[in-house]
């Protein structure tokens, strides 16, 4: 097991990952979702964010794609600081549910517990909890705010993907009006509904992620832009969820073959943190039948196995050149 890192080793880890798998034709674009289906298939890449801010890259790390459920995260993290740790497991709860993310059939299960913000129906949930409630505009404002902060820079809203996913977001429909019937949803439904379709069509880079992914290893501090976006206790609590569900109903074996926490969209992103040592993100929109990227997870795993890093093992690799300024809030 190794300890450490060169940078240079690490950017050529991600080039031995990139160029292994930029030919692999496994999975297809997400269809149920029009927009998506179009999507180029080819698109590939691979960024990490540095403890440091430093991003290394390879491929298509600059193309902007549609976040979709990787803004679960980034969501659960604005409600977590609005409310705190204790709120958020009564409310919503932290439960993997071993499901498709767009279970029906796990809502009836866990009547009085949408499970876990990273689920659609506990992030439709997370969306009706955002403050101010009752208030479209200004909750708009804080998701996009926050996942400002949490990228280091600007998102830009998918106006096509947006409307794509607006006409058939049928299922998400249902559950919105499931959970009100279960008082599990704590604004208007309709609002919820249509500000969760909304942040799912944010558009970001696999830049951004790994940004994000390694303000979240970083204990909350954003590398980049050195400004603090969240408490470093909210850190532990965000990678648990991540750990527990991040792959949905293949999160376990994820968990057991990488030791990554990650998370998936049907955009074709997923974001990993390894907690104090750096946050990386591999995009590619072709996905498995669970939904999560064909490419991106073997690109991850690889990596994953090539820095010798499990969240499970007793050693923290540490790049090299790079130690984490401050830590702790
Ligand atoms: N917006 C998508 C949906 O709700 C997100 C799903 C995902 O990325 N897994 O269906």
Same mark, same amino acid.
């Given at each position: 097991m190794r300890t450490d890192i060169t940078k240079q080793e690490l950017q050529n880890i991600l080039k031995e990952a990139y160029e292994t798998f930029r030919n692999d034709t496994g999975g297809k674009n997400a269809d149920y979702i029009p927009y998506l289906?179009?999507?180029?298939?080819?698109l590939f890449g691979i960024a990490a964010c540095l403890p440091n801010g430093e991003i290394l890259s390879v491929g298509d790390c600059d193309y902007p794609f549609g976040v979709e459920s990787v803004s679960k995260v980034m969501t659960a993290i604005l409600i977590l600081k609005q409310y705190g740790a204790e709120t958020i497991m009564h409310m919503i709860?932290?439960?993997?549910?071993?499901?498709? =993310? +767009? !279970?029906i059939m796990a809502i009836l299960l866990e009547k009085n517990h949408p499970?876990?913000?990273?689920?659609n129906a506990g992030a439709i949930s997370a969306v009706s909890m955002v403050?101010?409630?009752?208030?479209s505009a200004q909750k708009w404002q804080a998701i996009t705010e926050n996942i400002k902060e949490l990228c280091g820079s600007e998102t830009e809203l998918i106006k096509e993907l947006y409307r794509s996913e607006s006409v058939s977001n049928h299922n998400n429909r249902a559950i919105a009006w499931l959970l009100k019937s279960y008082n599990r949803?704590?604004?208007d439904p309709e609002l919820s509904l249509d500000l969760y379709t909304r942040q799912c069509s944010l558009s970001v880079t696999a830049k951004q992620l790994a940004v994000c992914a390694a303000t979240i290893a970083n204990?909350?501090?954003?590398?980049?832009?050195?400004?603090?976006? =969240? +408490? !470093?206790?909210l850190s532990p609590k965000i990678v648990s969820m991540m750990a527990a569900?991040?792959?949905?109903?293949?999160t376990g074996d994820w968990m057991f073959s990488t030791g990554l926490p990650a998370k998936s969209g049907v955009g074709g992103g997923i974001m990993g943190v390894m907690p104090g040592t750096l946050g990386i993100a591999a995009f590619a929109p072709p996905l498995d039948g669970a939904g999560n990227s064909v490419k991106a997870q073997k690109a991850l795993r690889y990596i994953t196995d090539r820095m010798e890093?499990?969240?499970?093992?007793?050693q923290r690799v540490k790049i090299r050149e790079c130690a984490a300024t401050v830590n702790a809030s």
């Open positions: 289906s179009r999507i180029d298939r080819k709860g932290a439960d993997a549910t071993g499901m498709p =993310f +767009n !279970s499970s876990t913000p990273l689920v403050q101010p409630v009752g208030n949803i704590y604004d204990g909350g501090l954003n590398p980049v832009t050195g400004k603090r976006v =969240f +408490n !470093s206790s569900v991040g792959f949905y109903e293949n890093t499990n969240i499970y093992s007793s």
